[in-house]
């Protein structure tokens, strides 16, 4: 009886160690991940600010471009208001001429 009773203790016991072997192999396995995943992040979080930084520099020029436009438009109105040749309509066929770009 005392051999049996060892022999399942040892067997036991051996479980035990494998089972905890294995679960010591997972969690080191698992830290891998998340470092590797918190990396990643990390990395994705720094791109994404540069697009963000790149987006408001465009977002940016854009708006300045806008107002660029209107300032020339403003000119422009200003500069032709007084004008007797800009008051006066185009023919359409010169017009068609034109738009056709056979200049």
Same mark, same amino acid.
Do not use: H
């Given at each position: 009886? &005392?051999?049996?009773? +060892?022999?399942?203790?040892?067997?036991?016991?051996? /479980?035990? &160690?494998? /089972?905890?072997? *294995? $679960?010591?192999?997972?969690?080191? !396995?698992?830290?891998?991940?998340?470092?590797?995943?918190? &990396?990643?992040?990390?990395?994705?979080?720094?791109?994404?600010?540069? %697009?963000?930084? +790149?987006?408001?520099?465009?977002?940016?020029?854009?708006?300045?471009?806008? *107002? !660029?436009? %209107?300032?020339?438009?403003? @000119?422009?109105?200003?500069?032709?208001?007084?004008?007797? $040749?800009?008051?006066?309509?185009?023919? &359409? !066929?010169?017009? *068609?001429?034109?738009? @056709?770009?056979?200049?």
């Amino acid at each position: 009886m &005392s051999k049996w009773i +060892i022999t399942v203790l040892t067997a036991a016991l051996l /479980f035990v &160690s494998y /089972f905890a072997w *294995n $679960c010591w192999l997972d969690e080191k !396995d698992a830290l891998k991940e998340v470092n590797s995943l918190k &990396s990643d992040i990390a990395e994705l979080t720094k791109n994404n600010e540069k %697009k963000e930084l +790149i987006i408001a520099e465009r977002e940016k020029e854009k708006s300045q471009a806008i *107002n !660029d436009v %209107k300032k020339l438009q403003e @000119s422009l109105k200003n500069a032709l208001k007084d004008n007797q $040749c800009a008051s006066e309509p185009i023919p &359409s !066929d010169v017009i *068609n001429w034109m738009r @056709s770009g056979k200049n």
